[in-house]
Every structure is written in C-alpha cells, then in structure tokens.
C-alpha cells in the first residue's frame, strides 16, 4: 500500500494515525501538491493529499472516502477497536465529529497556519509562494482556543470525543491539532481536559511516527515529542 502525503498535511497525518492503529505500515511518497505534478494528477484530478494507493493499484483519493474506505475493508477485523462503531448512532456521531476537525477545524485553524508557516516556505513566489500573513496566522490562533474549549467540553461527559471508545473523532482531531503542536501554536494552558486527552493519544505506539518527524530548518516546539508536555 503506499500513501501519498506530506509530512504537514494534517488530513494525511490521519491516515497514517488510523493505519498505525490497524497495523498497517503503508509506503510513504512525499507530494508537494503545489507543483503539480502530472502523475499525481493522474491519482487525484483534485491534486490534494492523501491519496491512498492499495497494492494491486485501486487509488482512494481523499481524507473522507479514505477514512470510509479503511472501515469497509479492514474494520470488522478490529474487532472492539474499530475507529467507526457500529451502531448507528454512534456511527453519526463520529462523521459529524470527524468532519467538524477535518472540515471547520482545518479552514479555521491548520491548514491557514501550516499553508502560511510551512508550505509558503518552499513555494516560489509565483506560485504563493513568500513570507507569511501576520494578520491571517494571529486569526488561526485566536479560532484554535474555542475548539480546544469545545474538545474540553466534550470530554466533561464522555471518555473519549464521540463516546467511550477512540474513534475515527479522536484521530482526526490529534491528527489536526498535531499539525499545529508542531509550530508551537497550540495555547494548551486554555484547557485542562483537552491537554490530558492529547496526552492519551500521543502516547499511543501509531503517533511515534509522527512525533519523530522534524524538518530542516524549522525544528519541532519543545513540547512537541515530549509525552508528558
């Protein structure tokens, strides 16, 4: 299996982190959707990561079909641990989670920061490239203090986002808000409940690959790896 993603791309991150969590160790292809490559186009007209290609060459392209896809085929094999319950409404429950962190939080929070942070870095200039906007990334970290309040309010009632089990909600979630940890903008003084349960979930043996991803010239915030913050 090979996943085509970027080391920041949070909606990658959470394939990698669901696939950890099934065991599965896909084949890493780095993209830089800004360049555009025709080949990747051909995986994905869209041009965004994640792309996950299965070994006999079927391409899933996209974090939703992505994450619908891995629990058609291989959740009922996890048995009590699968990342999309059964039930119905717990089902519900974890898509409209999932989609408030991939979809709300992203726009929000990890994808303004990262684009303006990270990718701008090595875009060229006629392409977005350039240095970041102050205005949009103070924006970015101002929106991230509600949904740390929100996940904090969520877990004043359950044990983990959508219920008492670790869902398919907790990854999506972790894996946006490590995107962010990375860069240091992560306020976690702002919620007690919400830093305990990233605390759970980075100790879980699928995030150590991600916490030991650094990149050139931009090193990790001292908190990033550490598991006891």
């Known amino acids: ?69 891995l629990d058609e085929t291989r959740g009922s094999a996890l048995g009590t641990r699968r990342l999309l319950p ?25 994808e303004p920061l990262v684009r303006e942070k990270v990718y701008k870095r090595y875009t060229p200039r006629e392409l977005g490239g350039g240095p970041p906007d102050m205005a949009i990334i103070r924006a970015a970290r101002a929106n991230i203090r509600y949904h740390l ?22 990854l999506a979630a972790a894996a946006h808000i490590s995107s962010v940890d990375y860069l240091g903008d992560v306020p976690w003084e702002e919620d007690e409940g919400a830093k305990i349960w990233y605390a759970r979930i980075k100790s879980r043996p699928a995030f150590r690959p ?11 915030a001292p908190c990033y790896a550490d598991l006891d913050f």
């Not at 309040?149 to 907790?170: C, H, P, S």
Request: hydrophobic fraction near 45%; aromatic fraction near 12%.
């Open 149 to 170: 309040q929100y996940i904090g309010w969520l877990l004043k009632a359950r044990n983990w986002l959508a219920g008492e089990r670790m869902t398919y909600a907790d």
């Open 86 to 110: 059964v039930h119905i409404g717990e089902r519900v429950e974890v898509r409209r989670l999932s989609s408030w962190f991939n979809h709300k939080f992203f726009a929000e929070v990890s």
């Open 210 to 220: 991600l916490l030991a991803l650094t990149m050139a010239g931009m090193p990790p």
């Open 1 to 69: 299996m090979q996943l085509y993603h970027h080391p920041f791309c949070a909606h990658s991150r959470l394939v990698r982190l669901a696939l950890g969590e099934m065991g599965i160790e896909p084949e890493l292809i780095e993209e830089r959707v800004w360049e555009r490559r025709p080949d990747f186009l051909m995986l994905d007209p869209a041009g965004a990561t994640p792309v996950l290609v299965e070994d006999d060459g079927f391409v899933v392209p996209g974090i939703d079909p992505i994450t619908e896809y």
